[in-house]
């Protein structure tokens, strides 16, 4: 699961969080940090979960404490730390819980993002969107609401070239009312209280350049009260 919402994390990261109380005091005592967290909720794959961001200079120190008493904790075993793009991470599964913490060192500082998401609760995905280009194999969206909108975000890989893909989903989304741009990465859409934006790049693989293969990601953002349609039902 921390591989899995990397992405997600990391660009809610970006979204303007909101203060708030994300950790428990005993691991921020004494330390130079702020805490804050990000509004609204983020689901994958219909699993909601909360997330939570802390900046300073004790971000280190604050992930060395949650990880020794995760590693401390009767009856279970050890977390594995993981290293993806810059982040270290480590997930568990406590009282019906899926908590994963991760942290990096950027330009801007240190920071940690937190996130967990109950597992009792019964996952409702939301559907693709129609205007998707059919020669893409997509993955389950991420979404949530934030700053007043929600948002829908997901990423494939396409059997067709980068221009093809591109023409593929700026004419399907036409045919349903977006107005569409061109982007020197892809290309932005809008229509009466929705934006999307998409980046469509030859696949950097050099095995899947030479098939001509693509990769898309795409956001699409939302008024609060339109939501995205959804699949199946919460217990």
């Known amino acids: 699961m921390p591989v899995k919402i990397l992405f997600a994390l990391a660009l809610l990261g970006s979204m303007g969080p909101a203060t708030g109380a994300g950790f428990e005091d005993r691991w921020t005592h004494g330390l130079q940090v702020q805490s804050e967290q990000i509004p609204g909720t983020t689901s994958m794959n219909g699993m909601e979960f909360h997330v939570s961001r802390v900046t300073g200079p004790d971000v ?102 980068a221009s093809e893909v591109t023409a593929e989903l700026e004419s399907k989304l036409r045919e349903e009312g977006w107005r569409t741009s061109r982007t020197p990465a892809g290309l932005r859409a809008g229509r009466s209280g929705s934006a999307l934006e998409a980046i469509v790049l030859p696949a950097d693989d050099r095995s899947l350049r030479e098939l001509d293969a693509a990769m898309v990601a795409l956001v699409e953002t939302r008024e609060a009260g339109d939501a995205f349609q959804r699949i199946g039902r919460r217990r």
């Open 60 to 161: 280190s120190l604050l992930f060395a404490r949650i990880v020794a008493e995760w590693n401390a904790a009767p009856g279970g075993n050890a977390p594995r730390l993981l290293r993806q793009g810059g982040w270290t991470m480590v997930g568990r599964i406590h009282n019906g819980h899926s908590q994963v913490v991760q942290w990096r060192t950027a330009e801007a500082g240190a920071e940690l993002l937190w996130s967990d998401a109950d597992l009792q609760v019964a996952p409702s995905a939301a559907r693709l969107p129609q205007y998707l280009p059919a020669a893409c194999r997509w993955n389950g969206p991420v979404q949530g609401r934030s700053s007043g909108q929600q948002f829908l975000q997901t990423s494939g890989f396409c059997a067709a070239r």
